[in-house]
Every structure is written in structure tokens, then in C-alpha cells.
């Protein structure tokens, strides 16, 4: 399932699990903010995390503070806030500002943990020329289950270069899937597979990701930068799983475009 909306100042939810968690568990959305405003989230409930995409913002969480500012998702490595439930939130932007906000019920108490720039992980797949560098991506990790096995949540970016393959070869989890698309430009395009469709990726679409398996293209000249959020399944957390595609497997081999001429 894949879908965007017109945006507005504030917040823009994309999932609203009171509605329709359309299978994912989480609440998803856009934060807008533009200079001067505040935005206070408090949820008895559920944690949240926070990841800028853009501008720059002060975070306040509990007792702590931080000034935190990004130019965009392709320039510059991301904050990311994780809090969890029963957590005073207050955002209070320095000129535009754009969040990504990701929310689901947890019963865990732990102390908030801002990640930084520094502390990102970061994997350089498949820039060693693999299928003649069609699959060369960034891939970002804020947290996941082995620095953060106390929340119920996963959440990342990918730095999918112009005209390149991500997600790649085909694979597919049980835990649901969110990717929520950023391009260097308005304008730029992509495509997604999953759930057995082919859809057209476009700044600040959603796509859900519920099963089958699933792959990404950037069009040529438009670089594309997708947050990626999994909901750990209750007695099954996600693992860096990854179950391939039997049919295009073989792509794995390190000489599997040996045959192709490449004068």
C-alpha cells in the first residue's frame, strides 16, 4: 500500500493506529514546524521517535536538551530522538523544520536516548561493485534491537544514489514495513515492489509493507533518502532478518555479471 497526502503546518498523520494501523502497529507522521513554533507530545502509552529530515529544531525530552540541526537528508547524517511512554516532549523550531515522528505502545520504561551524527551506523552496501555498482546504497541505522532492545521499535535511513537499486536483491521479514520517501528534488520519482505491486515513490509518500517480498529503484538523476521503521512482532523482534528471494538469489554470487561485456 502506498499513499501521500497535502501537507500543513503541524502535524500530518500518515497512520493513525485509533483508525487503522493498516497492519504496521505504529502511529506515523509529518511534523511541519516553521519558525517560532512548539510542538509538545506526551503519550501515557506509547514511546515515540523523533528523526530530523531537515532544519533545525531544540529537543527538549525530560530533563535534557539539545539544539539540533540538519540541511537535509543527503548532505548531513540525522538526529533521532527515541523516548520512551510517560516522556515530556517539547519541539521548538529555528526557522522551517521537517520531523519524522513513529509511535507505538510499549510497557518498557528507559531513560531517552538522543542519537547523533556520530553515533549513526552506517553500511556501505554494495559499493565494492557488486551487479556493476546497481545496488550501491547507504544503509542507517539509529536503532534497532541490539543497541536498543528495550524499545519495540526499529528505525532507519537509506541513502538510495540516483538511478540505483536498494532493498536489493528482493527479501522480505514477517515484521511489517514503513518507508517513507524523500527526493533531492521535489520533482524526483522512483518505484517500489512490494506486497505483489509496483507503485511510483514521490517526496513524502508512504509506503506499507506487509508481505511479499519487497525492492527499490531511484530514477536517474534523483537521489532518494527513504526512513525505514519496523515495529518489532510481539515474541518475534526483528534481527536484521532478511529471507531472500529464491528465484534471484543467485545474484549474491560475487561473479554474477561476469558474462556481461563490460567495455
Not at 531544540?58 to 539540533?68: Q, S, W
Not at 517539547?90 to 547523533?116: C, F, K, M, W
Amino acid at each position: 500500500m502506498y499513499f501521500n497526502k497535502e501537507l500543513h503546518r503541524g502535524y500530518n498523520a500518515y497512520i493513525d493506529t485509533s483508525i487503522d494501523d493498516l497492519g504496521t502497529q505504529m502511529d506515523v507522521g509529518l511534523l511541519f514546524l516553521e519558525d517560532g513554533d512548539s510542538y509538545a507530545i506526551f503519550e501515557p502509552e506509547k514511546e515515540t521517535a523523533l528523526l530530523l529530515f531537515s532544519g533545525k529544531v531544540t529537543m527538549t525530552y525530560g530533563k535534557e536538551a539539545a539544539l539540533c540541526e540538519r540541511e537535509d537528508c543527503f548532505r548531513e547524517e540525522a538526529y533521532c530522538l527515541l523516548a520512551p511512554r510517560k516522556t515530556a516532549i517539547a519541539l521548538v523550531a529555528h526557522g522551517h523544520a521537517e520531523v519524522y515522528v513513529q509511535q507505538t505502545i510499549n510497557s518498557r520504561d528507559y531513560e531517552p536516548v538522543l542519537y547523533t551524527p556520530e553515533t549513526v551506523q552506517v553500511q556501505h552496501a554494495g559499493a565494492n561493485g557488486e551487479l556493476m555498482g546497481c545496488m550501491r546504497r547507504e544503509i542507517k541505522t539509529f536503532f534497532d534491537y541490539e543497541n536498543a532492545p528495550f524499545s519495540n521499535m526499529v528505525l532507519g535511513e537509506v541513502l538510495n544514489f540516483p538511478g540505483k537499486w536498494s532493498s536489493y536483491p528482493p527479501h522480505h521479514h514477517p515484521q511489517p514495513e514503513v518507508y517513507f520517501y524523500r527526493f533531492d528534488h521535489p520533482c524526483g520519482f522512483g518505484a517500489g515492489f512490494a506486497n505483489g505491486e509496483i507503485y511510483r515513490t514521490g517526496q513524502n509518500g508512504l509506503a506499507v509493507i506487509n508481505h511479499g517480498f519487497h525492492s527499490q529503484v531511484a530514477a536517474p538523476g534523483y537521489a532518494m533518502c527513504y526512513a525505514w521503521g519496523i515495529r518489532h512482532l510481539d515474541g518475534n523482534p526483528w534481527q536484521k532478518t532478511r529471507i531472500d528471494d529464491p528465484e534471484h538469489a543467485w545474484l549474491w554470487k560475487p561473479d554474477a555479471n561476469d558474462h556481461i561485456f563490460q567495455g
